[in-house]
T-cell receptor, first 116, second 113 residues
Framework: AQKITQTQPGMFVQEKEAVTLDCTYD???????LFWYKQPSSGEMIFLIY??????QNATEGRYSLNFQKARKSANLVISASQLGDSAMYFCAMADRGSTLGRLYFGRGTQLTVWP | NAGVTQTPKFQVLKTGQSMTLQCAQD?????MYWYRQDPGMGLRLIYYSASEGTTDKGEVPNGYNVSRLNKREFSLRLESAAPSQTSVYFC????????????FGDGTRLSIL
């Protein structure tokens, strides 16, 4: 079974608008971490934001915020005030203690395109 | 400001050839990882090393070997390359294995003919 599901292969958003990228996860471990990474066309993987399973508040990093709904097992990434430079592939990932220590399970990604 | 450095950035091999992908990090991280990225598949873990002197298999270890040479360096070796190993390979490191963000190198694009 897939640990991370990203149901949106592609998303489009106009510049300066907000966009939400969906991510659901599957784990029975009470302790886990959720991560979002950005991969621009140049290929590197850039860490954006982290949410721990015991964190009470939703994580925020500048224009990025993570909408963490534990009961629904969702960890959606919200990008506010989109910029052209936000166009990239976005990956949701999870680490739990139940398997390979520290291993990240990745979703298949969402390709975000920001248009002027 | 190097972070995680991978060499080479690109490589073309013939089936049956061997090669080693190099990875070094300057962040004093304990844990290091090798992933491969194939189209539409996200990243999959090949091998990891939780600390110097230890290595363990990940999700797709067949056809690969690794060496944790010291705390900084973690190499990935293809002993007899196969076309199915054509992929983009990423090395990553983290402070430890306990829900810490992993920092990635720029990747190695490997084509096997």
């Amino acid at each position: 079974a897939q640990k991370i599901t990203q149901t949106q292969p592609g998303m489009f958003v106009q510049e300066k608008e907000a966009v939400t990228l969906d991510c659901t996860y599957d784990t029975s471990d009470p302790s886990y971490g959720l991560f979002w990474y950005k991969q621009p066309s140049s290929g590197e993987m850039i860490f954006l934001i982290y949410q721990g399973s015991y964190d009470q508040q939703n994580a925020t990093e500048g224009r990025y915020s993570l909408n963490f709904q534990k009961a629904r097992k969702s960890a959606n990434l919200v990008i506010s005030a989109s910029q052209l430079g936000d166009s990239a592939m976005y990956f949701c990932a999870m680490a739990d203690r139940g398997s390979t220590l520290g291993r990240l399970y990745f979703g298949r990604g969402t390709q975000l395109t920001v248009w002027p | 400001n190097a972070g995680v450095t991978q060499t080479p950035k690109f490589q073309v091999l013939k089936t049956g050839q061997s090669m080693t992908l190099q990875c070094a990090q300057d962040m004093n991280h304990n844990s290091m990882y090798w992933y491969r990225q194939d189209p539409g598949m996200g990243l999959r873990l090949i091998y990891y090393s939780a600390s110097e002197g230890t290595t363990d298999k990940g999700e797709v270890p067949n056809g690969y070997n690794v060496s944790r040479l010291n705390k900084r360096e973690f190499s990935l070796r293809l002993e007899s390359a196969a076309p199915s190993q054509t992929s983009v390979y990423f090395c990553a490191s983290s402070e430890d294995a306990d829900n810490q963000p992993q920092h990635f190198g720029d990747g190695t694009r490997l084509s096997i003919l």
